[in-house]
């Protein structure tokens, strides 16, 4: 069985050093934990081979209850108005609007992630602006 926290921090190393391979003089600004929430709500709505290995990269514990408990306690931690959690992450993950979004993909996302799957029209400038736009 996997210790889902030291997958966790071993896939933030992992993604910071494989961002930086091709530019390792520039800075660069990324957030592990939002990139990984966002990788377990897509594992939700992906089935064989894609599913098994997003899910094995973020630490997948053969459980599928488990696993989106998990983040799902992130997500809820990261909400939360406290004076000792003060980090805010910007979350959301975008689909191509041709595509179709099974509802109970959206309310499973809804129910654990505390957000959904957003259509946006990705040859439209004005509908790609607002991807840029603060969420928090």
């Known amino acids: 069985?996997?210790?889902?926290?030291?997958?966790?921090?071993?896939?933030?190393?992992?993604?910071?050093r494989q961002t930086t391979v091709n530019s390792p003089t520039k800075s660069v600004v990324?957030?592990?934990?939002?990139?990984?929430?966002?990788?377990?709500?897509?594992?939700?709505?992906?089935r064989g081979k894609t599913k098994n290995?997003?899910?094995?990269?973020?630490?997948?514990?053969?459980?599928d209850f488990n696993f989106h408990f998990y983040f799902h306690q992130n997500a809820q931690a990261l909400r939360e108005e406290s004076v000792e959690s003060m980090l805010k992450i910007a979350n959301r993950l975008y689909v191509p609007k041709e595509f179709d979004i099974m509802h109970s993909f959206q309310n499973f996302a809804i129910?654990?992630?505390l957000d959904q799957a957003h259509s946006i029209?990705?040859?439209s400038v004005e509908e790609?602006?607002?991807v840029y736009q603060p969420i928090c």
């Open 121 to 123: 029209d990705l040859d």
């Open 111 to 113: 129910e654990k992630y």
């Open 1 to 16: 069985m996997f210790d889902v926290n030291q997958v966790q921090l071993e896939f933030a190393f992992d993604l910071l």
């Open 53 to 63: 290995e997003l899910q094995n990269a973020l630490g997948y514990c053969q459980d």
């Open 128 to 130: 790609g602006d607002t």
């Open 30 to 46: 990324i957030c592990p934990v939002a990139v990984a929430n966002s990788l377990a709500m897509l594992s939700c709505g992906c």
